[in-house]
């Protein structure tokens, strides 16, 4: 089977010609076929050893479901899918398994569980943020199988889409070296590679040299993309690139980073400094880098 960044593949069959029909998507919701994802504070049930999405009949999460607020995710594995939010104290469903964040999901699901409910989750926050008209204020109401938003304003209706939030993810190389940098507020020992979101007007290429510029005032040529990663934390799409330096004097010129270095492979493989966390795409463009020699 093909690698995939976690959280990433077209695993589910978004069938966006099905959002446009109200009959089926009414017809569908209800049916004994339709399977349903909870989410419970940005956190998805799961069950079983090893741990597997728990994906809900309409006859158990009826009580509960607001079908107006449901999200068509697409048809996973066959069936219908629907995310849909629950807001009460305790975690609900406790017979069908326990919730946990994505971050942990994205660690133990298999690669297709885990793109559906990064898929889930990352639609769920954006109809949260998303209750009021953005031009005139009034309420909004969810439409298209809850992959759009509508203002409820008779003299306004303004359409809503779901946005995500472009961010470039660089390994800079010289070399035998490559650059990496660390945050304050990360964990004792832990580097990472150079990333910062794109910004208005500014192409992908662009924003992988200003970044580094801006981080650690090293110059890169020779940018090239690599591969990218939905990142719902909440709404991002990480975009990764190889670049290569010309030249090396470092400078953490924004104060966005607390350091940044030049490692060889030799001392990335040592144990220090601590590497990205292996679901990210971070942690995918140093080993890419690794397994190069």
């Known amino acids: 089977?093909?690698?995939?960044?976690?959280f990433a593949g077209a695993f589910v069959d978004r069938s966006g010609h099905r959002r446009h029909d109200p009959d089926w998507l009414a017809r569908t919701l209800r049916s004994p076929n339709a399977r349903f994802a909870p989410v419970w504070y940005d956190k998805?049930?799961?069950?079983?050893?090893?741990?597997?999405?728990a994906l809900l009949p309409h006859a158990k999460v009826d009580p509960v479901l607001a079908p107006e607020e449901s999200v068509f995710l697409g048809i996973f594995e066959g069936k219908p899918a629907f995310a849909f939010d629950i807001d009460c104290e305790k975690p609900?469903?406790?017979d069908n398994g326990q919730?946990?964040?994505?971050?942990?999901?994205?660690?133990v699901l298999p690669v297709e569980q885990a793109n559906l409910v990064a898929h889930a989750i990352a639609l769920i926050n954006w109809h949260?943020?998303?209750?009021?008209?953005?031009?005139?204020?009034?309420?909004?109401f969810a439409v298209s199988g809850g992959n759009t938003r509508r203002c409820s304003g008779k003299d306004c209706g303004e359409q809503i889409f779901p946005r995500v939030d472009p961010a470039i993810i660089v390994l800079v190389s010289h070399g035998e070296y490559c650059l990496l940098g660390r945050q304050a507020s990360w964990p004792e020992g832990r580097y990472s590679t150079i990333a910062?979101?794109?910004?208005?007007g500014e192409s992908l290429e662009d924003a992988v040299r200003r970044e580094v510029d801006e981080e650690t005032n090293v110059d890169v040529d020779a940018v090239q993309y690599h591969s990218s990663q939905p990142w719902p934390f909440?709404?991002?799409?990480?975009?990764?690139?190889?670049a290569e330096a010309t030249s090396r004097d470092i400078q953490l010129k924004d104060g966005e980073l607390e350091d940044a270095q030049w490692f060889t492979r030799k001392e990335l493989r040592s144990g220090f400094p601590k590497l990205p966390f292996r679901l990210s795409i971070a942690r995918c463009l140093v080993d890419g880098w690794l397994d190069e020699h």
């Open 1 to 6: 089977m093909k690698n995939f960044n976690v």
């Open 44 to 53: 998805c049930l799961v069950d079983g050893d090893p741990p597997g999405v």
């Open 92 to 94: 609900p469903f406790p």
């Open 99 to 107: 919730f946990h964040d994505l971050r942990y999901l994205g660690n």
């Open 128 to 140: 949260r943020l998303q209750k009021f008209c953005g031009l005139c204020g009034e309420a909004t």
């Open 196 to 200: 910062g979101f794109v910004e208005p």
């Open 234 to 242: 909440p709404s991002s799409l990480m975009l990764g690139f190889t």
